[in-house]
């Protein structure tokens, strides 16, 4: 009874109370409400969940790695090039590059930062987001967008890090050429590794620089070195807060070359803007002094990548890039020292053997001229200093073709010791055979043929490179030297000068004719007393439709010789006039310096 009456006084105390009621009902809406918002944010956040761990996964987990962790290629130092006192051809000089990790950010936020770095750094935000995507797609981790960042451009990524994540500025050893076109054909240029290259080569890394031309190329295993790696974390801020592990790069090797820098600018200098080369040898030993080619080209400008518009520019001007101290020519009168040797060599002429010179001789009809009324009876010393092309006619035609080429290899000529130089090259000489005839022309040889070879011309070429070892060959008493431009190589077994043949009078009946020529013969302009007495032969040979050609080889001092040069200046005329004097002032430079 008392249960009841409690129970009904409850009642009834509710149902006298309805604001208590209310109170109650309001909140039991808030508790549904708030348990329905706490489903809805837990629900968001496992399908969001459910995003990144299960469909987006595997590349969110890449992007949390690559941002963490990144390996960073070291590049090592390019070997130096030299000349022979130290002084440097090739050496480096520190740079800072921008690189950018493209997995760093989505390829919508690239478009953001990319119009926000484009500015700074003064490339379209289009180009970079093209080199992004290209990244992207090839799964290339980052990809370098520009080389030797100035210091303030440095400055303001270094200050604005926080809203260019993925973006890195790196330090980095740009190859640098003090002298600019200096020696440009001998020291070469390099080029960014190409994929067939990378594929080849397992050492080799993704943006490494290799050699293209010259010492560049032919050493280029030497003076690479092996790059390097790190591996680093990363904060948020692109900061690097740790290494994990290093591999230290290995610089390359210093490369020593025969070329005397001082040699090379005065080389250089005295050719001036004519197309042409001048060479110059040690007499005994082989070392090649200076090696001077125009046109030439900056090695500079192919430090950083470059377009192909800008490539086929370069290519296209005036053959900048041919080496022209390896071009073969039409030797013109040089080439009577090879005649003499030939002569005398084959014991068919004495040293004092006398030929009858003429204003000109008829062979098959044709008439070939002197350059002058003829010179009566005459020898080797007198025909080599006034350059009588008669008394050649007579003797070529009296010895005869094979015994020229016999004796034009005997001393250096035709192309075999070109792989010794110590750079990629390929010969463009001829020393001429029947079967070259027969296969250039589709004609047989003729008498004709070997009296215009005698004076070198008709089918006859040669190099200026191969005219300055003839000359080394009389001036050092009758040895073949090999040309070479890597100082490693001088006085090695491989670099041994061997007996051409000649005897003692043989050669000194032709040194004194040399000498006669500069005494008293057609190089009387070097013997003004600036310099000690010299040997030279000019020589003047002619091209169709144009203006011949201006050659000059000779030797110095006349005794105890030890430098021989050769100079061709094209289209130059006379080698009196053109040829002579570049070799002159390159005997100044030599003899004031090595006196």
Request: cysteine-free; overall charge positive.
């Amino acid at each position: 009874m008392v249960r009841e009456f409690s129970f009904a006084f409850g009642l009834r105390k509710i149902e006298e109370n309805p604001s208590s009621q209310k109170h109650q009902s309001r909140s039991i809406y808030r508790a549904i409400v708030l348990m329905l918002l706490t489903t809805a944010i837990i629900g968001l956040q496992v399908s969001r969940l459910v995003q990144l761990q299960l469909i987006q996964g595997q590349q969110n987990r890449d992007r949390a790695e690559n941002n963490r962790i990144r390996p960073i290629p070291v590049a090592s130092n390019r070997g130096l090039i030299l000349d022979r006192n130290g002084k440097a051809f090739a050496s480096n000089h520190l740079t800072r590059s921008i690189y950018l990790w493209p997995k760093e950010q989505p390829k919508e936020q690239w478009k953001i930062t990319a119009a926000k770095l484009s500015p700074i750094i003064n490339i379209p935000a289009e180009k970079i987001i093209k080199k992004v995507e290209q990244a992207i797609n090839s799964g290339e981790r980052n990809i370098n967008i520009s080389y030797e960042v100035n210091r303030d451009t440095f400055v303001t990524l270094q200050e604005r890090a926080a809203e260019f994540s993925g973006v890195e500025v790196r330090s980095e050893s740009t190859r640098h050429y003090p002298h600019g076109q200096l020696a440009s054909h001998i020291i070469g240029y390099l080029g960014e590794v190409t994929l067939e290259e990378l594929k080849a080569n397992p050492e080799y890394q993704m943006r490494m620089m290799v050699g293209r031309l010259g010492v560049e190329a032919g050493a280029n295993d030497l003076l690479a070195g092996k790059w390097g790696k790190r591996l680093i974390e990363v904060n948020a801020q692109n900061q690097e807060i740790g290494t994990l592990g290093e591999i230290k790069p290995q610089a390359g090797k210093t490369v020593n070359l025969t070329l005397d820098i001082d040699l090379q600018k005065t080389a250089e200098k005295a050719l001036g803007f004519r197309k042409g080369a001048v060479v110059a040898l040690d007499v005994d030993t082989g070392e090649i002094l200076a090696m001077a080619s125009y046109p030439r080209f900056n090695p500079n400008v192919f430090t950083k990548p470059m377009s192909q518009a800008k490539w086929q520019n370069l290519h296209g001007q005036e053959q900048s890039f041919l080496n022209r101290s390896l071009q073969g020519y039409p030797p013109g009168s040089t080439f009577k020292i090879v005649t003499s040797s030939a002569a005398m060599g084959s014991g068919k002429f004495s040293p004092y053997s006398l030929v009858y010179t003429s204003d000109s001789i008829y062979v098959g009809g044709i008439s070939f001229n002197e350059h002058s009324g003829g010179y009566g009876s005459i020898g080797f010393r007198s025909a080599l200093a006034y350059s009588s092309n008669t008394f050649y006619y007579r003797v070529g035609m009296a010895i005869g073709a094979q015994e020229i080429i016999k004796w034009a290899h005997k001393l250096g000529l035709g192309g075999e010791n070109l792989n010794l130089l110590g750079i990629p090259a390929t010969y463009n000489g001829l020393i001429p055979t029947e079967e070259d005839k027969r296969r250039i022309y589709n004609d047989d040889w003729y008498l004709g043929d070997t009296v215009t070879m005698a004076i070198g011309q008709g089918l006859v070429l040669v190099t200026p490179l191969e005219l300055a070892a003839a000359v080394a060959a009389i001036a050092n008493g009758g040895k073949q030297i090999k040309p070479h431009l890597l100082a490693s190589q001088t006085n090695s077994p491989k670099m041994k000068p061997t007996p051409t043949g000649l005897k003692p009078e043989q050669i000194k009946m032709i040194r004194e004719g040399m000498i006669d020529a500069v005494y008293y013969g057609t190089a009387q302009s070097l013997n003004d007393g600036t310099i000690p007495l010299t040997g030279g032969k000019t020589g003047t040979s002619e091209v169709i439709g144009q203006r011949s050609h201006s050659l000059y080889v000779g030797f110095g001092p006349a005794y105890q010789s030890k430098i021989a040069i050769a100079v061709i200046v094209e289209n130059g005329g006379y080698g009196s006039v053109s040829a002579a004097p570049v070799a002159k002032q390159v005997f100044q430079t030599y003899f004031s310096k090595y006196n």
